[in-house]
C-alpha cells in the first residue's frame, strides 16, 4: 500500500441515523497534516474515534503504515495502535499533577507494541515552553483554566511520538494572539518530528495555515478533499460556497472559451475550471478579491455596507439587478467609501479561476 494512512469507505451509525456516509480519504506521506473541516454535529470528531478505536465501523477499513487497524474482521484495541486522541474538552486526570499526566503519556507509549519510533525530540519542559504553560507541571488539573488544560492534552499526546496525531478543535478555547502562536509552534514541532496528524476544527482560518490538505465534511460525507489553495480557490460544489459564505453567484453567459457575460458587469475573462458550450448559462462565483477598485472606472454601483477588518475592508455594493457584490479593498487606500456612496469597478474584469456551475 503506498499511502501512509488510510481511511476507507467507512460508515457509522447511530439509533438507525448515518452519521458517516461511505467516508474516504488518505494521507500519501508521514508527516502530513490533514484537516476536516465542517459544522457542528456533523461528525468531524465521530472520524478521530473510529481512527482512535472508540467506535465500532458499520463497514470499510483503516489502515495505517500498511497495518490493519479496523476491517469487518480486525479490530486492535485502541491502547494498541499507537494512535494519540486529544479531545477539545481534554480528560485530564484529577488527582495527577501537569506533570504527572503528561508523564502517563510516555508511560503509555512505552507498554504500546507499535510504537517504534523512539522518542521526541523535544522534552516535556521544551514542549510546555513552546505552548505556553511552562509554569504548570505542579499544578493540578483543577488549578488551571480550560484554555491550559487543553494545551497540557496536546503535550501528553505529541511526547510520546505518535504514529498518528488526532487533534479535535485544539485551540478553540485560547484568545486570536495565543491561538496563532501556539498554531505556529505545533506545526514546526509536528512538521519537524514527522508527525502524521489529522486535525478536527471549525475554523478555515487555522485548517489553511496548518494543513497540507483539508476534507470538507457536509451532510456525512467529505464534500471536498484537496489543498487549502484549491479549497478555497476552486470549490467543487455550491454546498462548499455555502459552508463558507465568502462569495456570491451571479448569473452570465458563456461568449467564448474563456469569457462570460453578466448583465450588471459586462464582460468577464478569466479561465473557465470546467468547459462549457457557447451561450451556455451559468452562475459564477465572485469572491470578494475577485474584483478590483477602480475610482475612473464607469462601472459604478452603490456601496450599501463595509466591513473594517483592520488590514482592509469588505465593501458589499449593489448592482442595478439587486445583487450584492463582495469586494475587497486595502485599508490604506487613498479613497475610502461610505454607505450610500458609489464605487467603480475595474474594466474589464479578469478573475483568474472563473468557477461555474449550472
Same mark, same amino acid.
Given at each position: 500500500?503506498?499511502?501512509?494512512?488510510?481511511?476507507?469507505?467507512?460508515?457509522?451509525?447511530?439509533?438507525?441515523?448515518?452519521?458517516?456516509?461511505?467516508?474516504?480519504?488518505?494521507?500519501?506521506?508521514?508527516?502530513?497534516?490533514?484537516?476536516?473541516?465542517?459544522?457542528?454535529?456533523?461528525? #468531524?470528531?465521530? @472520524?478521530?474515534?473510529?481512527?482512535?478505536?472508540?467506535?465500532?465501523?458499520?463497514?470499510? &477499513?483503516?489502515?495505517?503504515?500498511?497495518?490493519?487497524?479496523?476491517?469487518?474482521?480486525?479490530? +486492535?484495541?485502541?491502547?494498541?495502535?499507537?494512535?494519540?486522541?486529544?479531545?477539545?474538552?481534554?480528560?485530564?486526570?484529577?488527582?495527577?499533577?501537569?506533570?504527572?499526566?503528561?508523564?502517563?503519556?510516555? /508511560?503509555?507509549?512505552?507498554?504500546?507494541?507499535?510504537?517504534?519510533?523512539?522518542?521526541?525530540?523535544? &522534552?516535556?519542559?521544551?514542549?510546555?515552553?513552546?505552548?505556553? +504553560?511552562?509554569?504548570?507541571?505542579?499544578?493540578?488539573?483543577?488549578? @488551571?483554566?480550560?484554555?491550559?488544560?487543553?494545551?497540557?492534552?496536546?503535550?501528553?499526546? !505529541?511526547?510520546?511520538?505518535?504514529?498518528?496525531?488526532?487533534?479535535?478543535?485544539?485551540?478553540?478555547?485560547?484568545?486570536?494572539?495565543?491561538?496563532? #502562536?501556539?498554531?505556529?509552534?505545533? /506545526?514546526?514541532?509536528?512538521?519537524?518530528? #514527522?508527525?502524521?496528524?489529522?486535525?478536527?476544527?471549525?475554523?478555515?482560518?487555522?485548517?489553511?495555515?496548518?494543513?497540507?490538505?483539508?476534507?470538507?465534511?457536509?451532510?456525512?460525507? @467529505?464534500?471536498?478533499?484537496?489543498?487549502?489553495?484549491? !479549497?478555497?480557490?476552486?470549490?467543487?460544489?455550491?454546498?462548499?460556497?455555502?459552508?463558507?459564505?465568502?462569495?456570491?453567484? %451571479?448569473?452570465? #453567459? %458563456?461568449?467564448?472559451?474563456?469569457?462570460?457575460?453578466?448583465?450588471?458587469?459586462? $464582460? @468577464?475573462?478569466?479561465?473557465?475550471? /470546467?468547459?462549457?458550450?457557447?451561450?451556455?448559462?451559468?452562475?459564477?462565483?465572485?469572491?470578494?478579491?475577485?474584483?478590483?477598485?477602480?475610482?475612473?472606472?464607469?462601472?459604478?454601483?452603490?456601496?450599501?455596507?463595509?466591513?473594517?477588518?483592520?488590514?482592509?475592508?469588505?465593501?458589499?455594493? =449593489?448592482?442595478?439587478?439587486?445583487?450584492?457584490?463582495?469586494?475587497?479593498?486595502? &485599508?490604506?487606500?487613498?479613497?475610502?467609501?461610505?454607505?450610500? $456612496? =458609489?464605487?467603480?469597478? =475595474?474594466?474589464?474584469?479578469?478573475?483568474?479561476?472563473?468557477?461555474?456551475?449550472?
Amino acid at each position: 500500500m503506498s499511502n501512509y494512512f488510510e481511511f476507507n469507505n467507512i460508515s457509522y451509525n447511530v439509533n438507525g441515523e448515518s452519521i458517516l456516509n461511505n467516508i474516504s480519504f488518505n494521507i500519501k506521506n508521514r508527516g502530513d497534516i490533514i484537516s476536516i473541516l465542517g459544522p457542528s454535529g456533523v461528525g #468531524k470528531t465521530t @472520524i478521530l474515534r473510529c481512527i482512535a478505536g472508540l467506535r465500532k465501523i458499520e463497514n470499510g &477499513s483503516i489502515f495505517l503504515k500498511d497495518q490493519i487497524l479496523t476491517d469487518s474482521s480486525t479490530c +486492535i484495541d485502541p491502547e494498541d495502535r499507537n494512535v494519540a486522541l486529544c479531545f477539545q474538552d481534554n480528560a485530564l486526570f484529577p488527582h495527577y499533577t501537569v506533570e504527572e499526566n503528561i508523564q502517563f503519556g510516555i /508511560k503509555k507509549s512505552l507498554f504500546c507494541s507499535k510504537n517504534k519510533n523512539g522518542p521526541l525530540a523535544y &522534552s516535556m519542559d521544551q514542549l510546555l515552553e513552546l505552548f505556553y +504553560i511552562p509554569n504548570l507541571k505542579h499544578k493540578y488539573p483543577h488549578e @488551571i483554566s480550560a484554555g491550559e488544560a487543553q494545551r497540557v492534552g496536546i503535550v501528553r499526546s !505529541i511526547i510520546h511520538n505518535p504514529d498518528l496525531l488526532l487533534l479535535d478543535e485544539p485551540f478553540a478555547n485560547l484568545d486570536q494572539n495565543l491561538r496563532e #502562536k501556539a498554531q505556529k509552534n505545533l /506545526k514546526e514541532i509536528v512538521k519537524t518530528s #514527522k508527525i502524521t496528524t489529522i486535525i478536527v476544527t471549525h475554523d478555515k482560518y487555522e485548517a489553511f495555515y496548518l494543513s497540507d490538505y483539508c476534507g470538507i465534511l457536509l451532510n456525512g460525507k @467529505i464534500a471536498q478533499f484537496d489543498s487549502p489553495y484549491n !479549497i478555497h480557490h476552486v470549490p467543487n460544489s455550491k454546498e462548499i460556497i455555502e459552508f463558507f459564505n465568502r462569495g456570491v453567484l %451571479v448569473t452570465a #453567459k %458563456v461568449i467564448s472559451e474563456n469569457t462570460l457575460y453578466n448583465e450588471d458587469l459586462g $464582460e @468577464i475573462k478569466g479561465e473557465l475550471i /470546467k468547459k462549457y458550450s457557447k451561450g451556455e448559462m451559468v452562475e459564477l462565483l465572485i469572491q470578494p478579491e475577485d474584483l478590483v477598485h477602480d475610482d475612473n472606472s464607469k462601472l459604478k454601483f452603490d456601496v450599501v455596507d463595509k466591513k473594517f477588518r483592520g488590514t482592509d475592508l469588505i465593501y458589499t455594493l =449593489k448592482t442595478n439587478s439587486n445583487i450584492l457584490l463582495p469586494v475587497f479593498v486595502h &485599508s490604506h487606500h487613498e479613497h475610502l467609501h461610505d454607505v450610500n $456612496e =458609489k464605487f467603480g469597478l =475595474k474594466q474589464p474584469i479578469y478573475i483568474d479561476h472563473l468557477v461555474c456551475f449550472n
